[in-house]
């Protein structure tokens, strides 16, 4: 099992910006992709963000809706993915998951039956 915990949301005005934090836990030696997703409210959940270290080097994938405002990374040492969020918009309002997947993934990281782990959340509120 993987543990995955959340930080780092809170309230800010548009145009303010937020690092969010995701520790894991536990397996995680299996463990080759971690995303962000959110989900605001009244909408489904939604992909934002993924780092995918499968290939043995790592590649980012973002959401066009945030693409240039927000960067993924992960800390190998302290097991935690992060994302850097600029330039945010009362439309980025959301609550924002972490997952991760256990085993390798080539492509299609925005599913989110790919990924088996998930965390509580963290909820982001952007008001203009």
């Known amino acids: 099992q993987v543990q995955l915990v959340e930080s780092g949301g809170g309230s800010v005005q548009a145009g303010d910006s937020l690092r969010l934090s995701c520790a894991a836990s536990?397996?995680?030696?299996?463990?080759?992709?971690m995303a962000w997703f959110r989900q605001a409210p009244g909408k489904e959940r939604e992909f934002v963000a993924s780092?995918?270290?499968?290939?043995?080097?790592?590649?980012?994938y973002y959401a066009d809706s945030v693409k240039g405002r927000f960067t993924i990374s992960r800390e190998n040492a302290k097991n935690t993915m992060y994302l850097q969020m600029n330039s945010l918009k009362p439309e980025d309002t959301a609550v924002y998951y972490c997952?991760?997947?256990?085993?390798?993934?080539?492509?299609?990281?925005?599913?989110?039956?790919?990924?088996?782990?998930w965390g509580q959340g963290t909820q982001v509120t952007v008001s203009s």
């Open positions: 780092f995918n270290w499968s290939t043995g080097s790592g590649s980012t």
């Open positions: 997952a991760a997947r256990n085993g390798r993934l080539f492509g299609g990281e925005t599913g989110q039956r790919r990924y088996d782990y």
């Open positions: 536990g397996r995680t030696f299996n463990v080759y992709l």
